[in-house]
Structure formats: structure tokens, C-alpha cells
């Protein structure tokens, strides 16, 4: 049998998972549905959830990573008793990856564009109206979106095949350094603006008042979706840096450790932005719109506009890249397993195989923007999207959730003693009725939430 890969380091491990629950979801929709949801009181409410949802699925995606051994398509043939049918949700789980991988691939070279137009100065002397019209002239452009898409494809791809230590660990972690980095010099910026005081308190003072204007329910569930979707939970994306670990560290602390990473990072984003929307004037709740029309404009009106747009889209490059670079991991290790080859052959097939699932989302803006599958204005980027937020990742964080408690599954105890291994913060038998009964029909109402607010509010 082939000896497992190992990653290097602790610190390896948290910033590659880390990297993978960082993100667009943090940088992009995180600050714009803060904005849209009444800023501090949805901040608030989001790190309650993250808690309370993020960490326990977690520490479960790890647990059975790290007691297999294996990749997330293989992991529960390892665990499960003879007979049952958990594994199916394995092949369900890579199905997932790749699909999380068809618009993501697209998006993130939507970033790299973005940072190309501003270092070489495309919005120097630009009209807002000119800086709004780049963002559907660059989507109308499949040859445009299509080669950054490849780009983007070919590096992770190239990355991943250079092995777990040399490859993905090496460059995760420089990129994540820099990214932490980079962040902190944006937000120091942006708050020594004039009028960012405005925009600080907007985003970090909870006002219930705000919060009941735009609805209380409305606010909760917002959160309460943001906090679990950020960390791409359900999909095995945690459970395959899992496996690459020795039983040195208990599994519950490593949790704390990624979640307090990734929450920083999406409490810096808006440290970054709105202290400039309001220093400009420009609506907080402006939505996805945010990064690629609002913010363009205000590097254009401030002083070395162009330097603090360039790292700003650096930045958000690199966010995005740390998910596709764990997320093609995963990928490489269940075609590993399931195919008996070669990191290298494994890559080399999937770069192809990559590129052509990821054409439908680069061409659904314009050769095939005549399919809407949620009506006027929709896209195949966001039936993707749907699948994967609002389908994918809530089943298999309920496949997780019921394989470690149920005696059906891997049970409770098997899942302790995994978890509980090595130094750190424990899973302790009190959490057993809150994760076993209560926590199942939390994701279960995500679930049935998010088809009733697409189809049937």
C-alpha cells in the first residue's frame, strides 16, 4: 500500500484549511451582506453561528479524515460497518468538489482581470460610468473570461502535481502570509480615511434598530447561512487535510484555530471596505456589485489610488486561489484513490477534464446567456452556485453530522476518541445532545430554506 502523504507542519495545516474556508465568500459576499443586513447586529449574529454551527462540523470533517486515512470518496468505506451505504455520500462529496470548482475557477480569474486592468492602469482617468461598464464588457468576453479561467486552472493543477509538501503546503502558506499581510496594510488605509468613523461604526456597532427595519428573521438566517457556508463544510474539502495529519493535536482546538483565521479575515474585509464607502459616499448595501464597480471608483479618487487597487485585487486573488489550490487537492487525492495513479497523471487529466466543466460558466455571459435557469437576469454561474450552497453543502454536512453521532453510522464514542487525540481543546459528552439532535435540525431548516427562498418566497 502507498505510504499517505504528510503535510510538514501545524502551521501548514491550519493556514492550507484556513485557505480552503478563506475565501470569495469571506472577501466578496461577507462585506456585501453585512451591508445589505444592517451591518454590526448581522456580525454579531454571524460569529454566534459560526460557533455554533461551524465548529462541530468541522471537527467531524476532520475526525474522519484523519481516522481513514484516506480521501473524502474513499474515507467512509474505512469507517462504516460492513453493509451500510455512507460511502455513497463519498462519491457525492467529489461530485461536489467539482462542481464548487465549475464557477470558481471562473470567478477567480475574474480577479486576476481585475488586478491586470488596475496595475497597468485601465481605470486611470475613468468615468464611474466607464469603470461600471468594464464589469459586463469583461463577462461578454468568453475569450477574455476564458483564458483567465485556464490560467487559473493550469497554476493549481500545476501546483497541486509538485506533491503535498513541495507543491500546495509551500505555496499555501507564503500566499496566505501574504494575503494576512496585505489585508492588515489595506485596513490601516481605509481607516485613516476622512469619514471612515461612519463606516466603522456602521459596520461594527450592532443597531438593533437597523436590524428591524430590514426584518429580524431575514438578518438571523442571513447570518446564520453565511456562517455555514463560508467554510464549505460537507463537501470533504476539511476532511481530506484531516487525513494529512498526525494525532498530535485534538481536532476540536484546530477548528477554533481555522475558524478564528477565517472569521478574521472576513471581519478585516470590511474593515478594508466600508470605512471607503462611506468616505466616498457609496451605499454599504450595493451588494455583489461592491468589488468590481464601487471599489474601482474609489481607487480612482484617492492618493496612489492605483497601488491600493493593485494589492486590493491581489488580495482578493489570493483568497480566492487558497480555496481552488485546497479544493483540486481534494480533488487529486480522490482520483488517487480511486484510480491507483499517479499524482501527476491525476493532474494532467483533470486540467482537461477542469477546463471543459468550467466553459458553461465562463460562456452562460454571453454565447449562452440566453439560458436563465432562475429567470431574467440569472445565469449558469448561479444555478451552479445554487446547487452547490444550497444543496451539496447542507446534505453532506447532515451526512457528517448523522454518521459521527448515530450508532448507525461511525457513533459517537468512535468519534470522541478520534477528535480527542492529542493536545488541545476536547469534545466533551455535554455537546452530545446539542450535535446529535439539535445541530441536525439547524442544517436541515438551512436546507429547506434556502429551496423555499429561491422557489417559493
Not at 472577501?27 to 460557533?51: E, N, S, T
Not at 459528552?429 to 441536525?440: F, N, T
Amino acid at each position: 500500500m502507498q505510504q499517505r502523504e504528510r503535510l510538514g507542519s501545524r502551521l501548514g495545516f491550519i493556514l492550507l484549511s484556513a485557505g480552503c474556508a478563506i475565501g470569495i465568500g469571506n472577501v466578496w459576499k461577507f462585506p456585501y451582506m453585512a451591508g445589505q443586513h444592517g451591518g454590526g447586529a448581522f456580525v454579531l449574529f454571524y460569529i454566534f453561528f459560526l460557533i455554533a454551527l461551524g465548529l462541530p462540523i468541522m471537527t467531524m470533517e476532520f475526525a474522519v479524515g484523519r481516522a481513514s486515512q484516506k480521501s473524502p470518496v474513499m474515507a467512509y468505506q474505512a469507517l462504516e460497518k460492513p453493509g451500510q451505504k455512507w460511502h455513497i455520500h463519498g462519491y457525492l462529496a467529489m461530485i461536489g468538489n467539482y462542481l464548487l470548482m465549475m464557477f470558481y475557477t471562473s470567478v477567480a480569474g475574474w480577479m486576476l482581470h481585475y488586478f491586470y486592468l488596475t496595475a497597468s492602469g485601465g481605470f486611470v482617468g475613468a468615468t464611474p460610468e466607464q469603470v461600471a461598464a468594464r464589469f459586463p464588457e469583461m463577462l461578454s468576453q468568453p475569450l477574455v473570461t476564458g483564458g483567465w479561467m485556464v490560467v487559473v486552472v493550469l497554476v493549481g493543477f500545476g501546483v497541486c502535481s509538485f506533491g503535498l509538501q513541495n507543491g500546495l503546503e509551500r505555496v499555501t502558506k507564503a500566499m496566505m502570509i501574504a494575503l494576512l499581510a496585505i489585508m492588515v496594510v489595506l485596513a490601516f488605509n481605509s481607516i485613516g480615511m476622512d469619514g471612515a468613523a461612519e463606516g466603522l461604526a456602521f459596520y461594527l456597532k450592532p443597531d438593533f434598530g437597523r436590524m428591524l427595519e430590514i426584518g429580524v428573521g431575514t438578518t438571523i438566517v442571513g447570518a446564520m447561512n453565511q456562517a455555514f457556508f463560508t467554510l464549505s463544510l460537507g463537501i470533504g474539502a476539511m476532511a481530506i487535510f484531516g487525513s494529512y495529519i498526525g494525532k498530535g493535536r485534538a481536532l476540536l482546538g484546530e477548528a477554533i484555530n481555522v475558524a478564528v483565521l477565517d472569521t478574521f479575515v472576513a471581519i478585516t474585509a470590511g474593515l478594508i471596505i466600508f470605512p471607503a464607502c462611506f468616505s466616498f459616499g457609496v451605499a454599504a448595501d450595493s451588494g455583489p456589485r461592491l468589488i468590481f464597480i464601487t471599489l474601482p471608483n474609489i481607487f480612482n479618487n484617492i492618493p496612489l489610488g492605483r497601488l491600493w487597487g493593485s494589492l486590493f485585487f491581489v488580495f482578493m486573488s489570493f483568497a480566492a486561489f487558497s480555496t481552488v489550490l485546497a479544493v483540486f487537492e481534494n480533488i487529486i487525492s480522490c482520483c488517487m484513490d480511486l484510480t491507483g495513479r499517479s499524482r501527476k497523471q491525476v493532474a494532467a487529466v483533470n486540467i482537461v477534464l477542469m477546463i471543459v466543466l468550467s466553459l458553461p460558466c465562463v460562456l452562460g455571459y454571453n454565447l449562452w446567456s440566453g439560458f436563465m435557469p432562475f429567470g431574467e437576469g440569472s445565469a449558469v454561474l448561479d444555478l451552479e452556485d445554487f446547487l452547490v450552497s444550497n444543496i451539496w453543502l447542507p446534505i453532506g454536512s447532515l451526512v457528517y453530522l448523522l454518521f459521527c453521532t448515530s450508532r448507525y453510522g461511525w457513533g459517537w464514542d468512535n468519534f470522541k476518541e478520534e477528535a480527542n487525540e492529542g493536545g488541545g481543546a476536547k469534545v466533551r459528552d455535554g455537546m452530545r445532545l446539542y450535535v446529535s439532535y439539535i445541530l441536525p435540525l439547524i442544517v436541515l431548516f438551512i436546507f429547506i430554506w434556502g429551496i423555499y427562498d429561491k422557489f417559493l418566497k
